[in-house]
């Protein structure tokens, strides 16, 4: 089960469902490419550094695209470009090293990335 499959992943379930991606079973993939999943596999904001964020955002993109495209019958997809957008946000705040920084070393990141990203709508 992916850690913190609760209300704490809800920007990117509200931006799944935006896109149309309704089902919790099509949400998976990608949550878990963002998220991890405890114990199999570990997501983008696991990121250690930043040059292991871009590695990971990289890698996630062909996977993240051809899902979206399948599942939604759109040409173009928008999710990895969500996620990819955030990049500099996550950099700062959710890498190991930034949460080092701050003295956070162990943290739910599900929970970081959602107070993140209510407090930059504030």
């Known amino acids: ?24 079973q099509h949400q998976k993939v990608f949550l878990d490419t963002v998220f991890g999943k405890q114990g199999v596999c570990q997501g983008i904001l696991h990121a250690n550094t930043k040059d292991e964020l871009q590695e990971k955002l990289t890698a996630s993109r062909e996977l ?11 040409k173009v997809p928008h999710f990895w470009q969500y996620v990819n957008s955030h990049k500099e946000m996550i950099e700062k705040c959710m890498v190991r090293d930034a949460r080092k920084r701050a003295g956070m070393h162990v943290i739910n990141l599900v929970h970081l990335f959602v107070v993140t990203q209510i407090s930059q709508r504030v």
């Open 1 to 24: 089960m992916r850690q913190g499959s609760d209300a704490s992943d809800i920007s990117c379930q509200d931006k799944l469902r935006k896109l149309g991606i309704q089902q919790k």
């Open 64 to 74: 993240l695209e051809t899902e979206e495209t399948r599942t939604t019958g759109r």
